[in-house]
């Protein structure tokens, strides 16, 4: 007979076994299964239903990862936009308030809860989970210093020019910000970053879990200055922060330094030929019924999350003829249809245009619905690369009047030319964007636009947000149906979404001016002063109390014999010595690896929009 609770106990010694059992099971698998599967599990962890509808997953052999993956179903599966404008219309804020100082809610991120108690080991595991553009900035108070810390293991690539601008703002940022903090009394620091157009992490290292199961990173915060994971659960310690470039990281630093918003993210003026600013309606005379019915999009062509994408998506630059055809438009758009799987998403923007025009020819129509292409004048020289002889012909001489200065090669696919073809158009500047109804902010190499989105909010139009596995530290503030309308990855819903927007244009309209509304408050005093606060005070006062000093944690020690003796600690040399005195172009010493490097680090960072 057995005891009072003793039934218990062998139910849950049962359970124990039986999980046990299962976990043992589940590693066999695991270390069995060949290295390419996991690749392409881990693949399916950032780009599964990103990338297509989870019935079409099939190439990921665990579908199990694609719980993990990115859920966008609210985005590009919506397929009752009046119920889902109607939701947005029903939960904005509608009280008789200014609508140019109209604040929006933010979305809870890491970096505002609380974070986890992390020391300086906890910081160098996170070096494993990248590739490169990660460095570990250390307040050194015996110098009264910040030293920027890089992993001999990691390559050393033009990207890095954005994590020492990063360097350069964060030293003097986090001096003018919590100077109690940093003084020769204090204890040292240790905040990791990354940036770049991405994170530059190894797809292996995904999701990044807990150290204590993993060995490597989980524990530290990890600022990324740059575009972040938009399903947290890949990095859940990763906490999105402003690009190092302006409208952003420059921005902020201005508001430190002289209390004013900079120029970029207020009304451009136009004055002796100034062009910098944003681009309002009302400023520029424009009204939402006097804009061009159609999408606008001009940029450049760019790769898109190179190292992240498998397969990789392509930047077409040449397709063939047969023997006696002609290099024709519909030949062109023809095979960017065939090939629009394998397109980057701007080529498949220029495909739906081609497409457009095809038909606008053949109903007489005088406007296409879309008009997606890229800047004519790009500055670069032409490359001597001539295909004729082979039958094959660039797709940007395709539809051109044949001048020999139409060149492509497979690694420069875009170059200056006077005739444009399918995929190019003129050259427009903001304000000329401005004039259009219908607006698209086509992700470029990190997934995002670093400024295109923020442009495009503030002109009259309409955005057309392309939602894609990664964001911005901005987009937390955005909310689809009320800023935008949000387009799925490969843009599969953007006719139809177009359309919905044309036969519906009171909500269209609404849309446009909530845009405009945000951009306006953010571009005030008291909008910016916000963001400031919430998306960069509030996370770096965070890290600061959740660090635990060497002293904590080896009593008598030096953060420098810490650093020497932990796992890895012999990898990690220093790059920049950063005094935090000067603003960001004058605060760092490049070292070591950056020294020899400094072709790459240098200033002008802009992201393609």
Known sequence: MIRRGGFSRLLLLLAVSRLVIFCLNYQVKVLTRPTGVVFEEKAGLVFGTAYTDIEENVQFHDRRALSLSISLEKFDLE?????????????????????????????KTAGHSLLSPYTLQDAIKEADVFESTFAILVYDPGDDTFVGLYSKDHTWRPANKKLFATMN???????????ERFTPESQEFVLAIGSGDYPQVKLSKLPVTDVATTGTGGTAPVFMFGSAFRDASLYPNMVAMPMPEWYHLLCFEQWVTSGTVCNELTAATHEHGAHNGLEFGEENGLDWDGLIPQLIWRGSDFCYLPSLTRPQKIKPYAYKLSPGQQNTDELATQALRENYDQLTHRWKGVTLTAESEQEAKISGSELPWANIKFQRTLHREPTKYYLEDAGIYPFLRAGSSGSSSVVASPEQDLVRYDDTGIATGEYMRSAD?????YHIDLGGGGGTTWTGTVQKLAMPG?????????????????????HYIPVSHDLRDLKSKFDWAESHPREA??????GMAFMR??????????????????????????YRPVEATHPGVAWRDVLDASQGGDRMTPIAECSGIKSSRGSCRPMGMAREHMSSLVYGIHRDS
């Not at 404008?85 to 140019?100: C, G, I, L, R, W």
């Not at 005030?524 to 400031?532: K, P, V, Y």
């Open 433 to 437: 964007l401005a004039k259009y109804k």
């Open 79 to 107: 397929s009752d936009y009046n119920a889902a404008f109607t939701s947005a219309y029903a939960n904005a804020n509608h009280t008789n308030v200014d609508p140019q100082r109209r604040p929006a809610r933010r979305l």
């Open 169 to 179: 703002s964060l030293a003097y940022l986090l001096r003018q910000l919590f100077p």
């Open 462 to 482: 309409l955005l057309f947000h392309h939602v894609t596995p990664t964001k911005d530290y901005i987009h937390d503030r955005l909310e689809p149906w009320r």
């Open 521 to 546: 408050h953010l571009g005030s005093e008291e909008g910016f002063g916000e963001m400031f606060r919430e998306d960069f005070v509030e996370p770096l006062r965070r890290a600061i109390e959740a």
């Open 509 to 514: 309209r609404w849309i446009s001016n909530e």
